[in-house]
């Protein structure tokens, strides 16, 4: 085996959003009206030079660029290969049209979004058909390496690999598949390498995370004939191809036997097991392997004793050596010294983004000059990591020896007896309406939330303002002729963030922001020990939004799932046993709601499919738990009491046995991105429950006409009985506004009335 070179630190990814969210308020900004696009790309090129010097100044050797994005990078890719659908080629132009494509115009629907793989994170779904034509538009990797250039720093662009962006696209009309089309696009790729090199690139990093799922082999035959290709080019960067976020089995030797000159690899998490293939293969000699033994995803600490034991078996196995994050850390918040309300021994277990380089940069200097260099580092490191296993925090007896039984597992009675029962008590119409929970975050709202944390308004004046709120909303779905009312969540900052700062384990942060999608952030919480819930949460305020009206007022609760998959979840444990705390936590509150007299409970659970393994070996036993605690949480009702669950925004058809076995007696799905595709789906699996497919796409700032839902709903009702279907958004409507949501609810009313008619 030849020599290995110790190289230096390096991530490949950082943050966008600047440490007071500038990049929301700018973007927002210019949506509004308030500033123009040259205002909002010079505030962008500050954040991006901001970011530039801090990673300098923080000691990384190689620091990426293209990896900022005003809205999102799958788009941003879209973009520079000219994959602009014929609909949004049409308005405006610059970034009018870029923002169309994320969030739609007038009557122009925006590109589906859909999860980032197994994260948080949400991207925009390319469409491409067979008479797409590729035109290279290489402005933003170009102008991004420039800018860096002028100020001193020799950047690494990053640009989604060829296969990854193909494999993440989707043909709209279903009739062929997207990879179809990688021979028109790689020369796009040759081209932009050339131009790249011709500016001074010395690397590029082309990011390939789709071949962490599995591929069949004429996938990998092709991921061999584009690297062999893209190699070939005379006048070219160094090609660094990255994949993170899991294992990459047969695709590793396919890289390995490439000609590119470096490879950046997953070293955590299901992705350790790529460091004995790596072994077994016999490594990568000639090439530079950049190791990601730091964890891109998730805001522990690193144990750097560990991660330095790892690089060592590395050592050896590749011409040059690199450290580095598992992946971009766009997905963790920016900086955990910001927390000043965290317990301070909760605090020292953590790193953000900007500890995660700390971390990134130590272990450079401990690969490089021996564990002596870094003894003070590792001593603290080592202390840090003991003081969380032995801590009270983390470890509740009482709460770990909870027993559970089959029952409690299982509805009493099958769901056929217990939809009599509901509609007795309901008596609701075929296609009935509903919303999904939350109505418009008003700023009056967020300001009154604001002030009572700050101490600056009584609580009781924070509830008597709630209850005004609740009022107005009930008000309003009646006037409007909705059969299953919400009280619209204001007290709610967040669906997963309300219930950690009520439940045991759970740790919320202050300014702990991750993007979500485009302007769109949230604070995920931190499960730091054993669940459990001190006290009710929401029968309050269910119970009084019950008292106005005679409708129906659905509870709502966040799922176990979800509550996991959108919070940075402990590493110490299993899953599935911090999953069963969470489920019998939120048990006991779906038990408070039905003694309080509620009769619709809704525990959504958009986050099942999102977090479903990337492999299929890894699925069965996660779909099991995951399951599990649902039916858990939900499973104690009496029949008259009828469960709701939410997913949104994922792709479904891997996961319909799950749903299934949920046996949630409704369960409402996105759909109008789709075309009510799923709909299809659920026919051709003999759903057996009621579903409620979305006929409006919340996350675009549009209102769909009367005569479009009407369209979504006889779509549905030929395929699906009508008297076992429901009628309502995709998601939540938070993010609306009321305006637009007065507008579409009564369209949708409307629509809903005249499809009734039809049956």
Same mark, same amino acid.
């Not at 007038?106 to 980032?116: G, I, N, Y």
């Not at 789709?210 to 290709?229: F, G, S």
């Not at 299901?270 to 033994?293: F, S």
């Not at 805001?299 to 580095?324: E, P």
């Given at each position: ?110 590109? %589906? ?144 036997? =490439? ?178 929970? =939350? ?49 619209? %969540? ?177 369960? =409402? ?49 030929? =395929? ?40």
């Amino acid at each position: 085996m030849t020599s290995t070179n110790t190289g230096g630190a390096t991530v490949y990814g950082y943050p966008r959003q600047g440490a007071n969210r500038q990049l929301k308020k700018a973007t927002e900004a210019y949506w509004a009206g308030r500033t123009d696009a040259d205002t909002l790309l010079s505030a962008a090129r500050d954040l991006r030079l901001r970011r530039l010097v801090e990673l300098r100044d923080a000691g990384l050797d190689e620091i990426p660029s293209n990896d900022f994005s005003l809205y999102d990078h799958v788009l941003d890719t879209a973009w520079l290969v000219g994959a602009i659908p014929r609909r949004h080629a049409v308005v405006g132009e610059g970034l009018d049209r870029y923002f169309a494509m994320a969030r739609g115009a007038a009557d122009v629907p925006p590109l %589906e979004m859909t999860k980032w793989f197994d994260t948080n994170y949400h991207y925009l779904v390319p469409e491409l058909g067979p008479d797409t034509e590729f035109t290279l538009d290489p402005t933003k990797p170009l102008t991004e390496f420039a800018e860096a250039l002028e100020h001193g720093i020799l950047t690494r662009p990053v640009v989604l690999g060829p296969i990854s962006f193909l494999l993440l696209a989707k043909d709209p009309t279903g009739t062929s598949e997207p990879l179809a089309l990688l021979d028109r696009l790689l020369p796009l790729y040759i081209d932009l390498l050339g131009q790249l090199r011709a500016a001074g690139a010395e690397w590029v990093q082309l990011d390939e995370p789709a071949l962490v799922t599995d591929q069949p082999a004429a996938v990998l035959e092709r991921v061999a004939e584009t690297y062999a290709a893209l190699a070939a080019e005379r006048v070219r960067p160094k090609i660094l191809v990255a994949s993170y976020f899991d294992r990459l089995g047969d695709a590793l030797p396919v890289l390995a036997d =490439s000609p590119v000159e470096g490879l950046a690899i997953d070293f955590t998490g299901p992705a350790v097991a790529n460091l004995e293939h790596l072994a077994a293969i016999g490594g990568v000699p000639g090439k530079r392997l950049v190791a990601g033994v730091v964890n891109g995803r998730n805001i522990w600490a690193a144990d750097l004793a560990a991660a330095l034991t790892t690089l060592d078996t590395l050592y050896g196995l590749a011409g040059s050596l690199d450290v580095s994050a598992s992946c971009s850390l766009l997905h963790v918040p920016l900086d955990v010294t910001l927390e000043r309300d965290l317990h301070p021994e909760i605090a020292g277990w953590l790193a953000f983004a900007r500890q995660k380089v700390a971390e990134v940069v130590t272990l450079r200097v401990g690969l490089a000059e021996g564990r002596a260099a870094i003894a003070e580092a590792l001593g603290d490191n080592a202390d840090r990591l003991a003081s969380r296993v032995g801590s009270p925090i983390v470890r509740v007896p009482e709460v770990r020896d909870r027993a559970v039984t089959d029952a409690d597992l299982h509805r009493a009675s099958p769901y056929e007896k217990r939809r009599q029962a509901q509609q007795a008590r309901l008596a609701l119409p075929d296609l009935p309406t509903t919303t999904i929970g =939350s109505f418009p975050q008003t700023s009056e709202l967020r300001k009154a939330r604001a002030e009572l944390r700050a101490g600056r308004l009584s609580d009781e004046a924070y509830e008597d303002a709630m209850r005004a709120e609740i009022r107005s909303v009930i008000a309003a779905q009646e006037e409007l002729g909705i059969d299953v009312l919400v009280h619209g %969540e204001p007290e709610r900052n967040d669906m997963v963030q309300y219930f950690a700062e009520q439940l045991a384990g759970f740790v919320a942060t202050r300014h702990g922001w991750v993007q979500s999608y485009g302007t769109r952030y949230v604070r995920p919480p931190i499960i730091a020990g054993d669940v459990s819930r001190p006290a009710p949460m929401t029968v309050e305020w269910s119970t009084y939004a019950a008292s106005l009206t005679p409708r129906p007022v659905k509870g709502m609760l966040t799922g176990p799932v979800t509550m996991l998959a959108w919070s940075f979840v402990r590493d110490d444990q299993p899953e599935a046993e911090t999953a069963r705390q969470v489920a019998l936590a939120l048990r006991d509150e779906v038990a408070d709601l039905e003694s309080a007299g509620i009769a619709v409970i809704q525990v959504d659970e958009p986050a099942l499919r999102e977090t479903l393994p990337l492999r299929q070996a890894d699925r069965a036993a996660y779909l099991e738990w995951a399951v599990t605690s649902f039916t858990l949480a939900t499973s104690g009702v009496r029949d008259e009491t009828q469960i709701h669950t939410h997913m949104c925004y994922a792709e479904f058809g891997d996961v319909l046995q799950a749903i299934i076995d949920m046996d949630a007696d409704v369960i =409402s799905l996105e759909a109008a991105r789709s075309n009510m595709a799923i709909v299809t789906d659920l026919t051709a699996a003999a759903y057996p429950n009621e579903v409620g497919p979305g006929v409006w796409d919340i996350h675009s700032p549009r209102v769909p006409s009367v005569e479009e839902i009407i369209g979504h709903l006889r779509t549905a009702t030929a =395929s699906f009985p009508a008297n076992r279907l429901w009628v309502n958004p995709d998601c939540g409507l938070k993010t609306r506004g009321y305006p637009e949501v007065h507008a579409t609810l009564a369209n949708l009313v409307t629509a809903t009335a005249a499809v009734r008619s039809d049956h």
